[in-house]
């Protein structure tokens, strides 16, 4: 699994402009799947995120979690995330998970996140949608399952 994550100040999603999701101050995770995930990631990945020490103290320092701030997730399936564009112009994604292997992975994460007691909006999957966003900061992370695979650790 591949997480881009975003500190927002509020953020909200829309399908054919009507609103499907939306929070104040939290994070937006833009998450994709890939046919080699296991609920065993999704778990780790939403306790990763939920625990991640990104939010500025009175001395700006990260020190607090989202969970931390009492703040609040908004979860949007992202296939794109594994493209390939080594070759040619248009982008390949085949590395993406398919649908029916991709969904039920995607709702555990949520479900896994919401465990937390944080709310957690989230985007329609396998629609196309409008995500609008203020990035506070800005602060934008990678993260990636398949680094903890490889590593053999957390």
């Known amino acids: 699994m591949r997480a881009i994550i975003q500190r927002v100040s509020e953020a909200q999603v ?7 999701g ?13 046919a080699d995930d296991t609920l065993a990631e999704a778990e ?6 939920v625990a991640l020490r990104i939010f ?3 001395a700006g320092n990260f020190a607090h979690s989202v969970k931390d701030i009492e703040g609040e997730l908004l979860v949007v399936s992202q296939f794109t995330l594994y493209a390939n564009t080594r070759k ?7 590395a993406a998970a398919e649908a029916d292997k991709a969904q039920p992975l995607y709702e555990h994460f949520v479900a896994c996140c919401k465990r937390h007691q944080i709310p957690v909006a989230t985007g329609q999957f396998q629609a196309s949608m409008a995500v609008q966003l203020i990035n506070d ?5 990678i993260l990636d399952t398949a680094e903890r695979r490889t590593k053999g650790n957390g």
């Open 137 to 141: 900061g800005p602060v934008t992370l």
């Open 22 to 34: 939306q929070i104040r101050q939290g994070l937006v995770v833009l998450l994709g799947v890939t």
């Open 56 to 58: 500025s103290d009175a």
């Open 88 to 94: 040619g112009r248009r982008p390949s994604f085949t």
């Open 14 to 20: 829309s399908v054919n402009a009507v609103s499907v």
């Open 44 to 49: 780790y990945l939403s306790e990763k995120i």
